[in-house]
Each structure stands twice: as C-alpha cells, then as structure tokens.
T-cell receptor
Framework: QKEVEQNSGPLSVPEGAIASLNCTYS??????FFWYRQYSGKSPELIMS????GDKEDGRFTAQLNKASQYVSLLIRDSQPSDSATYLC?????????FGQGTRLTINP | GAVVSQHPSRVICKSGTSVKIECRSL??????MFWYRQFPKKSLMLMAT?????????EQGVEKDKFLINHASLTLSTLTVTSAHPEDSSFYIC??????????????FGNGTRLTVT
C-alpha cells in the first residue's frame, strides 16, 4: 500500500462548479496534512494545510480531514480555468513529507 | 519570507558527465534541506535529507555515490549527479524550512532544476 494515495485523474470540472479532490494515507500517526498545487514545469506551491479533524476554509478552498478514516480532501468552489493544475496531497510521517501521486484537474470554460 | 533559491533552472549535459545543483535558503538558516526528484507526470519522491555539517540521509533505492549531497553551510546544499545517464533526466527540487519548522510544517520549495542528459 502506498503511503499517500490519490486518484490520478484527470478530473474535469466545468467552470464555476465545485472540484473535489481526495486523498488517503496509511500512517495513522500522521498529524500534518497539506495540499499543494503544481503547474506544469513548476515547483509545488502550498495552498492549504490542516492539522485537526474537520473543515478548514480559505477563500474558495476548503480542506477536510478525517483521521479516523485516514482521509483528507480538498474542495475548490467556483472553479476557475486558472485552477487547472495538478494537486498534490502531502502528509508528514516519520519526520518527512510524503507526497501522493497527484490529481490532474482541468477546469473547462 | 522563507525563500528558497535553486540554480540552475535548466541544464543539459552529456552522458557520463557530472552536474551540480545548488539550493540556497535566502532569508533563513536551514540545518536541514530536502532533495526531491519528479519524473514526468509522477509525484515528488524524496531522494535524501541533507543535514548541515553531517552526512546526508538517503532514501531506500537512492545511490549515495551517484547523488552526492553536500551541506557545508547553513544556507547552501548542493546535489551533484555523477556520471549522469539519460535515465537521470528529471526535475530535481530542493526544499527547506526555517529552524524549528523542519518536521511539522509545509516545506518551502525552490523553483526546481530540469536536468536533461543526452
């Protein structure tokens, strides 16, 4: 089992709709969870971090964490074409940041 | 704050030669830096953890004699790909965090180095 798993997509969402990205992780002791956005040929940029169960909202982005189910998700409301990118879920386990394989998201105008 | 600079951004080298990639923390001192590699359409894979003043810690399957890491100062870590081969062509990204944030905070990434070995 991979340490961090994501659906690789591609995920296609119409402009203005809600994009939902999901991630599961294997290390039950993990405490820190992050979502990064990566445009083609660029380094990842942090968009959300979450450390406790529940929802965390920041603008159009909402991160959701369920430690019992070992599940973390990212919702993007009012999706824009500029949101088209690969979204990487990352989890800190054993003092290192482990990434999922990423979900490629395309927002269709 | 917490800016990480990586150089060069792109490099093309011939098979068998060595390439050095630099990672600098510009506005903080980093006792620990991380080197990742990303193949096309794949995720970032941690290669090694660079520790200032001591040996780097390599992940399983990463050849330490091929990927030489030097962290001689608190603001600079270098990755040297020795005797490069076409299969080493990849996107190499370094990352670091200010002291006290190394292990529980998101990392600040450099802009990456696109290595192409011909």
């Amino acid at each position: 089992q991979k340490e961090v798993e994501q659906n690789s997509g591609p995920l296609s969402v119409p402009e203005g709709a809600i994009a939902s990205l999901n991630c599961t992780y294997s290390d039950r002791g993990s405490q820190s969870f992050f979502w990064y956005r990566q445009y083609s040929g660029k380094s990842p940029e942090l968009i959300m971090s979450i450390y406790s169960n529940g929802d965390k909202e920041d603008g159009r982005f909402t991160a959701q964490l369920n430690k019992a189910s070992q599940y973390v998700s990212l919702l993007i409301r009012d999706s824009q074409p500029s949101d088209s990118a690969t979204y990487l879920c990352a989890v800190i386990g054993a003092q290192k940041l482990v990434f999922g394989q990423g979900t490629r998201l395309t927002i269709n105008p | 704050g917490a800016v990480v600079s990586q150089h060069p951004s792109r490099v093309i080298c011939k098979s068998g030669t060595s390439v050095k990639i630099e990672c600098r923390s510009l506005d903080f001192q980093a006792t620990t830096m991380f080197w990742y590699r990303q193949f096309p359409k794949k995720s970032l894979m941690l290669m090694a953890t660079s520790n200032e003043g001591s040996k780097a810690t390599y992940e399983q399957g990463v050849e330490k004699d091929k990927f030489l890491i030097n962290h001689a100062s608190l603001t600079l870590s270098t990755l040297t790909v020795t005797s490069a081969h076409p299969e080493d062509s990849s996107f190499y990204i370094c990352s670091a965090n200010p002291p006290g944030q190394a292990y529980n905070s998101p990392l600040h990434f450099g802009n990456g180095t696109r290595l192409t070995v011909t």
